[in-house]
């Protein structure tokens, strides 16, 4: 959809923009409304504020709704299968226990973290979370020390990941807008997230077990999930794991190759390893492994089908809130509001990936969801990234980092993600304040300064 010519000059679609934003907030905080509805209703109130002509309203909205979800829709979908089939075969177990042996106990919580590093590529925060604490507990009660030791690097990396890598929703939406490749925002979210989880989490979990001694909840939290009779070997859940970052490194490690000359760019061979590496290729292919893998000798195909198709329901509603981020998006541009943010931020002097952090920021502290945050903040940026000449793939990439980076920081009391953690580790307000709160702040900082330092050396 191309650019309709602006009905107002700058400071009236500034405002526009403003008042959208506000209207928005209001919508989410006070009148409770959901998210998806309440992103469409203020992208028909910007249309219609703006003046973009009636018979092209629908058209820019739909065109913004559809092109974001002919992305996010396919590599969460697909990812969040893969995840399912690993749940429910118990592979978190049999990953966890072989680290934890690997690493010894003393180093259990090191162990659980990297763990749920490697589970969270395809599960999301709230369902990884949930089949991971029961093997949280079980350590913890086995070696003994607060819980925290141990719940808070399998929480941080659960929400590292969530933050930083495809096929997560927040950082597809976010790459989608900004036009940064899917395999390179991959590589740079997972590069970034390792040192981010281990100073802004598993270091954190180290000062935080000694400072609160939680003792480890009982009851229903507590027992550990009951796995199937035969749960997959070691290698075979490893395997799953990485497939599909493997074959997107085909494409990313080809590209490159192909650009410095060292391949034929136009050669077939090159050409077919290409399109194997691009992410919802190499997503289809691990969600076919990992049903017929994971699932022969221990679910009948019709026991299969049913858990990938469950798996589908819980993400719908992020499925459609980041399309009404994308239609939102659309909505920008189309008015004319998009270049008018651009060229203030630009007026400014902030870099781009400084204001995409504090955009971000601002919007995650005042209504507490990270996808709400991260879609809306991606759509406001957007445009100052398209005017900013030569931004290679790999500054797109950590122009994302730094969205997702600052729709991570601050969890609080408006945030579900901030009731879950306190719920399960039976923490009250002020403690979950003190711990979870700080250490999401800790990752989103951290993130961003190794995303902006590394910026500056481009």
Wanted: charged share 10%; proline share 5%.
């Amino acid at each position: 959809m191309e650019t309709i010519e602006p009905a107002y000059g700058t400071g009236p679609l500034l405002g526009i923009a403003a008042g959208a934003i506000a209207v928005l907030l209001f919508l989410v905080m006070k009148v409770r409304l959901h998210a998806f509805v309440s992103l469409t209703l203020v992208s028909l109130l910007v249309a219609l504020a703006t003046r973009i002509p009636a018979a092209d309203v629908m058209p820019t909205l739909l065109d913004g709704f559809g092109s974001t979800l002919a992305n996010v829709a396919l590599l969460v979908g697909l990812g969040v299968m893969i995840g399912r089939m690993l749940e429910a075969t118990g592979g978190a177990a049999v990953l966890a226990n072989a680290l934890v042996r690997a690493f010894g106990e003393k180093r259990a919580p090191l162990a659980l973290g990297v763990a749920s590093l490697l589970f969270a590529f395809p599960i999301f925060f709230d369902a990884g979370l949930i089949v991971m604490l029961p093997i949280v507990f079980s350590v913890a009660r086995r070696i003994g020390g607060s819980v925290l030791y141990y719940a808070l690097p399998a929480a941080g990396a659960f929400a590292v990941m969530h933050a930083f890598v495809p096929p997560h929703p927040g950082p597809v939406t976010a790459a989608d807008m900004l036009g940064a490749p899917m395999g390179t925002t991959l590589l740079v979210g997972t590069v970034l997230a390792i040192p981010t989880w281990y100073i802004g989490s598993y270091l954190y979990s180290l000062y935080a077990g000694r400072r609160f001694d939680l003792p480890v909840p009982g009851g229903e939290e507590a027992r550990t999930a009951d796995g199937p009779e035969h749960p997959p070997h070691l290698l075979t859940v490893v395997g799953v794991l990485l497939m599909p970052m493997a074959m997107v490194f085909l494409n990313t490690g080809t590209a490159t190759l192909a650009t410095a000359g060292v391949l034929d760019g136009g050669a077939a061979w090159v050409q077919a390893l290409q399109l194997v590496g691009q992410a919802p290729i190499a997503l289809l292919v691990t969600a076919l492994v990992a049903m017929a893998v994971l699932g022969r000798g221990r679910f009948s195909k019709d026991r299969v089908q049913e858990l990938v198709d469950g798996s589908l329901g819980p993400v719908c509603s992020i499925i459609l809130i980041t399309g009404a981020g994308g239609m939102f998006g659309g909505v920008l541009r189309a008015s004319g509001i998009g270049e008018a943010l651009a060229s203030s931020l630009e007026s400014t002097g902030l870099p781009v990936i400084v204001a995409a952090f504090v955009i971000a920021t601002a919007l995650r502290v005042a209504q507490g969801s990270a996808t709400v945050a991260l879609t809306t903040a991606a759509a406001l940026v957007a445009p100052a990234v398209e005017a900013t000449p030569d931004m290679g793939g790999v500054e797109l990439a950590l122009v994302v980092i730094a969205i997702a980076c600052g729709s991570t920081v601050l969890s609080h009391v408006n945030d579900s993600g901030f009731w879950l953690v306190g719920r399960f580790l039976r923490m009250d307000v002020a403690t979950t304040l003190r711990t979870w709160t700080v250490m999401e702040t800790l990752i989103g900082l951290v993130g961003f300064v190794l995303a902006f330092g590394i910026s500056l050396l481009l």
